[in-house]
């Protein structure tokens, strides 16, 4: 399986990826890990990958250009635009580690490791530019309900928790069968145990929302227009739909944390 890692910071994997079944599995040419340096695809002096959101607000977020064209160099072709989008070949995934995203579990490693390849693109500053969320990753990933400084961490932990599954990754295939997380997912209880961790976790009286999508220049790209409300001033309407869009993609992304935040009946 071939792992591409999209980073601002190629060297940070330099150390984490060298060592144990992670290691094994690249000296046995079970596993093959690439990374990308995403300035290599900026077009300006100062190598810009981030730019100020549409909207306001604090932070930096980084741009779509870069990340397009870097996830293109990777597949050989291009991913289409507004008009019409071109998804990967069959067996290859885009993955998007962000905070809001879908919460990577057991069962989201194992549906990765019957990949070919996954190209994993990190995030970092205040955000990623929606349109790479919506319309070039297959899919948005989280590693927990906590803010990193970015999306090198969680890469590590994806690439670490799949690579272990992939066939003779660890010698003994029994030894992945016999995990907690895999003892738990193939449980029947399994809805239960689920249930009943959310009814104690502090987050299930938080009333926690993820982020809302931010986006930054260029307004349009690839046909992909910045919604209307973030560039037409009104900061109270920006405001209403920020909390809207982060209601919507927390229902969406993380169904767990959307009930909790709603009221009792």
């Known amino acids: 399986m071939r792992f591409d890692l999209i980073t601002i910071?190629?060297?940070?994997?330099?150390?984490?990826?060298?060592?144990?079944?992670?290691?094994?599995?690249?000296?046995?040419?079970?596993?093959?890990?690439?990374v990308q340096d995403l300035r290599?695809?900026?077009?300006?002096?100062?190598?810009t990958v981030d730019d100020r959101p549409f909207g306001g607000g604090e932070g930096m977020v980084l741009k779509p250009e870069p990340l397009f064209e870097a996830v293109e160099s990777l597949l050989g072709h291009g991913v289409g635009d507004a008009e019409k989008r071109v998804p990967p070949e069959a067996g290859t995934a885009v993955v998007l580690m962000s905070a809001a995203g879908r919460l990577f579990t057991q069962e989201t490693a194992r549906r990765y490791a019957k990949q070919e390849r996954l190209i994993v693109?990190?995030?970092?500053?205040?955000?990623?530019?929606?349109?790479?969320?919506?319309?070039?990753?297959?899919?948005?990933?989280?590693?927990?309900d906590y803010v990193l400084s970015g999306g090198e961490l969680?890469?590590?932990?994806?690439?670490?928790?799949?690579t272990r599954l992939l066939p003779g990754a660890l010698g003994n295939e029994a030894s992945t069968e016999?995990?907690?997380?895999?003892?738990?997912?193939?449980?029947?209880?399994?809805?239960?145990?689920?249930?009943?961790e959310?009814?104690?976790?502090?987050?299930?009286?938080?009333?926690?929302?993820?982020?809302?999508?931010h986006y930054t220049r260029p307004a349009e790209y690839r046909g992909w227009k910045v919604p209307d409300?973030?560039?037409?001033?009104?900061?109270?309407e920006v405001a209403k739909?920020?909390?809207?869009?982060?209601?919507?993609?927390?229902?969406r992304n993380r169904p767990d944390l959307y009930e909790a935040s709603q009221p009792p009946q």
């Open 229 to 236: 409300v973030l560039i037409g001033g009104n900061h109270a």
């Open 154 to 162: 969680p890469a590590a932990i994806v690439v670490d928790a799949v």
């Open 40 to 47: 290599e695809f900026t077009k300006d002096r100062h190598r």
């Open 121 to 144: 693109i990190c995030g970092r500053y205040e955000g990623v530019d929606e349109r790479v969320a919506e319309f070039l990753a297959n899919e948005e990933i989280s590693v927990g």
């Open 241 to 251: 739909w920020r909390r809207q869009q982060a209601a919507e993609k927390t229902r």
């Open 178 to 196: 016999n995990e907690s997380f895999s003892c738990l997912e193939d449980s029947s209880d399994q809805k239960a145990v689920l249930a009943s």
């Open 9 to 34: 910071f190629p060297e940070f994997f330099d150390g984490p990826l060298d060592h144990g079944i992670v290691r094994r599995a690249r000296e046995a040419k079970i596993a093959e890990i690439r």
């Open 198 to 213: 959310t009814r104690h976790s502090p987050l299930a009286t938080r009333h926690l929302l993820l982020d809302f999508p």
